[in-house]
């Protein structure tokens, strides 16, 4: 649930706190003053695309940040333990830094997180519904998928998709292995002489050889640097061994007299033990060497046929042992293709998984198409539509695909004795908003997130079907905690909370939220139903807009 929002220099929002309650919320306001100012400041804690407007004029960044409650045991609580980020205080900090050069930062529980996280802990919070939702009724898939997710046939309809993945892999690869008959044998015999060729080759270390060869390459110049830094280190007379016991012996009788004069003094004992440890190594480095001109010609030699082998197969010395591998690999491939009737079977069992699982997502898909197109029907009925009548339309696909096996339409119709057709054929503007609205309320009843966001959802409609959607969102709000900007007074009418946002006159300009009071929400549904000029006609209407909540409740 979410509790707290606090928009600092955000938009047109100086400093604003709010505490959200739980149930149905909603936010009024006019034309201008900034209503979408929370849902703005909400989505950019949720990571969703921000820019500069969002930066308040005049300053350098917007800070915003949102706190939710949640539940043991819930899906943000088991996100939150998987990435190391719940804590003691039962609650999730969302905070959003915007920055006026187009920059942004973000922040879970304190802790710097990328916008990736955002978004996936904000899918499990929050849910959106925009009044452009309607425009989804219209594309093809949506039926379908408002379906599935309404029935939860996800894992389902992600099973086919998986089977038709795999049923297609097999295809390509019984192709692959037909396609490949005419020229598998010429390509083998290639492979194998390539493989021949680099056989001996791979088993040599490149990097090793070749740092060993410029080792003897430079054996004289190396045994005379090492040479002189023996001799300055501990042989001549005035060694950096000797000046260095000089300095710990002068430093040890002052130790005791400083704590930083015993920090140089142990760092100096340690650097001491550093400096007779690598001229030791230094010693015994030196007397290993020796030059050795067989094997500098035999190194020589191998480099040689490296470098023949490299340009041969247009590659670099150093991953000829990669071209054996992937070559090698490709002979085992080749191998395998000797047989196209094994892939061939194995194409015939994965077409049939797949068909098992498609035919029994079709059937589950129109065992439940019935009671959810009725369900439909009878909710949007209440919405001025009384002839309102849904059906599904189930037809095959000429070819099955990852969506299964048949194609979906939602068909409708408003008037008695006409049959119904495609949604989109036939539905006006306002027929469309109202579908959509009852169709994102279902939607809700099924989501796992605990707050709903309805933006403008109720445009269009008015009178008493506007008093229907507000008691399905108040209905609603006994599960889930909603957000809702609205026009309409008979929706603001069945809210819990009325957040009332007021455009200042500021220089510059700066809006405001405040919870209302029953005193002034009468004000403002008196507004939102008379306009400016609010009179006793107009108060007595909205009284009675709010004595009809609590009548139904």
């Known amino acids: 649930m979410l509790t707290h929002l606090t928009l600092i220099n955000f938009a047109l929002a100086d400093h604003l706190a709010l505490d959200i309650e739980q149930g149905f919320n909603v936010l009024t306001g006019e034309t201008g003053a900034g209503k979408s100012l929370l849902l703005d400041a909400l989505s950019a804690c949720l990571g969703e695309r921000t820019d500069t407007n969002y930066v308040r004029f005049g300053t350098e960044k917007a800070d915003v940040t949102a706190i939710f409650s949640y539940q043991e045991n819930s899906p943000e609580a088991k996100w939150l333990q998987a990435h190391e980020l719940d804590d003691e205080s039962g609650e999730i900090h969302l905070r959003r830094v915007i920055f006026a050069t187009g920059r942004s930062k973000a922040w879970i529980n304190g802790r710097p997180s990328s916008l990736s996280e955002l978004k996936e802990i904000g899918r499990l919070l929050v849910q959106l519904y925009s009044q452009h939702s309607q425009q989804q009724l219209l594309e093809p898939p949506y039926p379908k998928h408002w379906l599935d997710h309404y029935s939860n046939f996800y894992q389902p309809a992600q099973d086919v998709r998986d089977a038709y993945s795999t049923w297609q892999k097999n295809i390509r690869q019984h192709q692959a292995a037909l396609d490949a008959q005419a020229t598998r044998l010429q390509r083998i015999e290639t492979l194998e002489l390539q493989l021949e060729e680099l056989e001996e080759v791979v088993q040599i270390d490149y990097k090793e050889i070749e740092q060993e060869f410029d080792r003897l390459s430079h054996h004289e110049h190396i045994m005379q640097d090492c040479a002189y830094s023996v001799d300055v280190l501990d042989e001549s007379e005035q060694n950096i061994s000797q ?54 010609e035999a190194l020589n030699s191998q480099l040689e046929v ?237 009284k009675q807009l709010r004595q009809l909540k609590f009548q139904v409740h």
């Not at 000089?246 to 340690?270: F, K, P, T, V, W």
């Open 243 to 296: 000046e260095i016991s000089s300095i710990i012996r002068r430093l040890e009788s002052h130790a005791g007299r400083s704590d930083q004069l015993s920090e140089i003094y142990n760092s100096m004992l340690n650097a001491q033990s550093e400096i007779e440890d690598a001229t030791a190594n230094l010693r015994q480095f030196i007397d290993r060497q020796s030059f050795d001109p067989e094997r500098m």
């Open 306 to 542: 490296f470098h023949r082998l490299a340009r041969k197969y247009r590659t670099q010395p150093e991953q000829l042992k990669v071209e054996h591998e992937n070559w090698q690999q490709e002979l085992e491939k080749l191998h395998q293709l000797e047989d196209p009737e094994t892939l061939a079977e194995q194409v015939e069992v994965s077409h049939l998984v797949f068909l098992e699982k498609a035919q029994h997502l079709d059937q589950i898909r129109r065992d439940a198409a019935t009671p959810l197109a009725k369900q439909l029907t009878e909710q949007v009925k209440q919405l001025a539509l009384p002839e309102a009548y849904f059906e599904f339309k189930f037809e095959p696909l000429e070819q099955p695909s990852s969506e299964g096996l048949s194609s979906i339409q939602l068909l409708f119709t408003a008037n008695k004795g006409i049959p119904a057709q495609p949604l989109a054929r036939v539905a006006s503007g306002g027929e469309l908003s109202r579908i959509a609205l009852v169709m994102q309320v279902m939607n809700a009843e099924k989501t796992e997130a605990e707050v709903l966001v309805f933006d403008e959802i109720d445009v269009g409609i008015s009178g008493g079907t506007a008093e229907i959607v507000g008691r399905l969102l108040a209905g609603l709000a006994e599960h889930v905690q909603i957000l809702c900007i609205t026009h309409q007074a008979q929706v603001a009418a069945q809210s819990d909370q009325h957040l009332l946002v007021k455009k200042l006159q500021t220089d510059p300009a700066s809006s405001t939220i405040i919870e209302l009071e029953e005193t002034d929400r009468i004000q403002e549904l008196a507004r939102m139903t008379g306009g400016v000029e609010i009179n006793e006609t107009t108060l007595q209407h909205a």
